[in-house]
């Protein structure tokens, strides 16, 4: 079965610091996510990408994120200046049009 | 707007113990409904789904069945084995992407 790979799987980081989480989408996918799940919490949505830009974006999708597909293969999110409670486990999901989305393992980010 | 509501957990059972795990929604227009599952240390994965209002969704020997008049999805499954053991997740899709409910730990003891 196709796989959405994230890096690295886990990611420790000094709050305020700059962190970027990648994703690598499957080849023919043409819609993107992320989503995140602060532990014990549920999965929340954070953006969709299609196209070359956001289509959509929930409340917690604040200034200090930002999102990314620099070449054909790669989809980034970047945090501008960690805080502490952006510490959570992040999901990349792709998906084309007419099929389910498929998540990545996820990508575990420690604010400290 | 759009959520989900699951049984808190962890869910402790004996294999070949049968399985529920309650799931809600509240949602405008009609959602598709999903179960996701997540093994320890892997992704989300699709488990079954169902699209409209009485739809059964299986895989794996699990099913559930879409209810609109109760607005549930409970995941259901006959006899479940060690290897079951995970979170799962209850989901729907209207307008924007997924909604999630807050995950299911099951635990399967032989």
């Known amino acids: 079965e196709p796989e959405v790979t994230q890096t690295p799987s886990h990611q420790v980081t000094q709050m305020g610091q700059e962190v970027i989480l990648r994703c690598v989408p499957i080849s023919n996918h043409l819609y993107f996510y992320w989503y995140r799940q602060i532990l014990g919490q549920k999965v929340e949505f954070l953006v969709?990408?299609?196209?070359?830009?956001?289509?959509?974006?929930?409340?917690?999708?604040?200034d200090q994120f930002s999102v990314e597909r620099p070449d054909g293969s790669n989809f980034t999110l970047k945090i501008r200046s960690t805080k502490l409670e952006d510490s959570a486990m992040y999901f990349c999901a792709s998906n084309s049009p007419l099929d389910r989305a498929f998540f990545g393992q996820g990508t575990r980010l420690t604010v400290v | 707007g759009d959520s989900v509501t699951q049984m808190e957990g962890p869910v402790t059972l004996s294999e070949e113990a049968f399985l529920t795990i309650n799931c809600t929604y509240t949602a405008t227009g009609y959602p598709s409904l999903f179960w996701y599952v997540q093994y320890p240390g892997e992704g989300l994965q699709l488990l079954l789904k169902a699209t409209k209002a009485d739809d059964k969704g299986s895989n794996k020997g699990f099913?559930?069945?879409?209810?609109?008049?109760?607005?549930?999805?409970?995941?259901?499954?006959?006899?479940?084995?060690?290897?079951?053991?995970?979170?799962?997740?209850?989901?729907?899709?209207?307008?924007?992407?997924?909604?999630?409910?807050?995950?299911?730990?099951?635990?399967?003891?032989?």
């Open chain 1, 48 to 62: 969709s990408f299609y196209n070359n830009e956001i289509s959509e974006k929930s409340e917690i999708f604040d």
């Open chain 2, 63 to 110: 099913e559930a069945t879409y209810r609109k008049e109760t607005t549930s999805f409970h995941l259901e499954k006959g006899s479940v084995q060690v290897s079951d053991s995970a979170v799962y997740f209850c989901a729907l899709k209207s307008r924007r992407a997924l909604t999630f409910g807050s995950g299911t730990r099951l635990q399967v003891q032989p």
